[in-house]
């Protein structure tokens, strides 16, 4: 069965600082690991998918790592802004899960002026 | 872009009541999702489908059914409507078996049941 977690559940940084924000999962046969963004009350936007076979993927300010030997995914937010406050969940796709996403509980993050 | 939209974003039923929430994507993805989001229980699949006319349950089916009649629409509904149904309701799409499978979600449907 796979289990995915994200450690802190929540995170506080003055502007400016960098985000690093963590997710692991159990089991590591996996297809993708997915990023998501999520607003109060809001759907999810997703951010990154990295696929099994890679080890990061950029986006803008976003970076995301893949270490699958080792179960986990780390996504950096650079120059963090207020606008970057959210919460964000990842999410794999794995064969133990029947080729469904299994979800993180997600990171609140504050990122104070 | 992908758009993923929902009919309601609020939604206030009476106990008993049938519910229709509505998802439709523009696509053109095979597969489609609804999932609730519970505080503490984070998001948990209730069906999903992967054709028109397909559908498979997820983790908690029960007390809801879905419907697919047209690939870009793929609507949840619940018979009898509970209390314990109050919920954020989020749809998502991703394209099918030769795709990336990076699902797209829309806004959500908070639904309230008193």
């Known amino acids: 069965k796979q289990e995915v977690t994200q450690i802190p559940a929540a995170l506080s940084v003055p502007e400016g600082e960098n985000l690093v924000l963590n997710c692991s999962f159990t089991d590591s046969a996996i297809y993708n690991l997915q990023w998501f963004r999520q607003d109060p009350g809001k759907g999810l936007t997703s951010l990154l998918l990295i696929q099994s076979s890679q080890r990061e993927q950029t986006s803008g300010r976003l970076n995301a790592s893949l270490d699958k030997s080792s179960g986990r995914s780390t996504l950096y937010i650079a120059a963090s802004q207020p606008g970057d406050s959210a919460t964000y969940l990842c999410?794999?796709?794995?064969?133990?899960?029947?080729?469904?996403?299994?979800f993180g509980g997600g990171t609140r993050v504050l990122v104070k002026p | 872009d992908v758009k993923v939209t929902q009919s309601s974003r609020y939604l206030v039923k009476r106990t008993g009541e049938k519910v229709f929430l509505e998802c439709v994507q523009d696509m053109d993805h095979e597969n489609m999702f609804w999932y609730r989001q519970d505080p503490g229980l984070g998001l948990r699949l209730i069906y999903f489908?992967?054709?028109?006319?397909?559908?498979e349950k997820g983790d908690i089916p029960e007390g809801y059914s879905v419907s697919r009649e047209k690939k870009e629409r793929f609507s949840l509904i619940l018979e009898s409507a509970s209390t314990n149904q109050t919920s954020m309701y989020l749809c998502?799409?991703?394209?099918?078996?030769?795709?990336?499978?990076?699902?797209?979600f829309g806004p959500g449907t908070r639904l309230t049941v008193l």
């Open positions: 489908s992967y054709d028109v006319k397909m559908k």
């Open positions: 998502a799409s991703s394209l099918g078996a030769s795709g990336r499978k990076e699902q797209f």
């Open positions: 999410a794999v796709r794995s064969r133990a899960a029947g080729n469904k996403l299994t």
